[in-house]
């Protein structure tokens, strides 16, 4: 299995761009979770999905940021206009049950500039 | 919050020594896992103790927990330059359906 996978590894952007990060889960995993790192916060769950539905988007900081997921094999995360704090690690993880052992990409670094 | 917090923030020690961390959290919880992260990479589950379990054993890794204390403590025995990493503790709620919560981590550097 070639495990969570993530798009793009790093990105840097200009103040004000929509950035666009892109999740495929493990194969069969029913779960899918976004989280946000950063030194100061550490890791932060933005939201997460159970069967591509929505479940808790609470972590979500601000209406800049969206996600979807439209079918059990991909998920974006959106962040619509982009600003200098938003930099950060952004991990993608999934599971086959909520709860149990998640399975993280390698990350998309983002800097806002 | 039930984040779960470690102790120490970060922890330098020799080759062959054993390295422990602990992780304190909030409130009753149906599982508590371990990860490790080495630098620019993504988190790696260690290891899965649950709240009726007491003690944990995975090769050099011990975890242990006391739900009265509200605390874990995740051991490495025979520390080795390979294991400098991050290492986080992660809590699920009691209800078990819920997505895990992490703490901050501990960075262990193993000197050789």
């Known amino acids: 299995d070639a495990g969570v996978i993530q798009s793009p590894r790093h990105e840097v952007t200009e103040m004000g761009q929509e950035v666009t990060l892109r999740c495929k889960p493990i194969?069969?995993?029913?779960?899918l979770f976004w989280y946000r790192q950063t030194m100061m916060r550490g890791l932060e769950l933005l939201i997460y999905?159970?069967?591509?539905?929505?479940?808790?988007d609470s972590g979500m900081p601000e209406d800049r940021f969206s996600a979807k997921m439209p079918n059990a094999s991909f998920s974006t995360l959106k962040i619509q206009p982009s600003e200098p704090r938003d930099s950060a690690v952004y991990f993608c993880?999934?599971?086959?049950?909520?709860?149990?052992?998640?399975?993280f990409g390698e990350g998309s670094w983002l800097t806002v500039v | 919050s039930q984040q779960g917090e470690e102790d120490p923030q970060a922890l330098s020690i020799q080759e062959g020594e054993n390295a422990t961390m602990n992780c304190s959290y909030k409130?009753?919880?149906?599982?508590l896992q371990w990860y490790r992260q080495n630098s620019g990479r993504g988190l790696v589950h260690l290891i899965l103790?649950?709240?009726?379990?007491r003690e944990k054993h995975s090769g050099r890794l011990r975890v242990t927990l006391d739900t009265s204390k509200k605390s874990s403590s995740l051991l490495i025995t025979a520390s080795r330059a390979a294991d400098t990493a991050s290492y986080f503790c992660?809590?699920?709620?009691?209800?078990?359906?819920?997505?895990?919560?992490f703490g901050k981590g501990t960075r262990l550097s193993v000197i050789a």
């Open positions: 999905f159970n069967n591509n539905v929505p479940i808790d």
């Open positions: 992660a809590t699920v709620a009691n209800s078990g359906n819920t997505p895990l919560v």
């Open positions: 409130t009753s919880i149906n599982n």
């Open positions: 194969s069969g995993h029913n779960s």
């Open positions: 103790i649950r709240s009726n379990e």
């Open positions: 993880a999934s599971t086959l049950t909520t709860g149990n052992t998640i399975y």
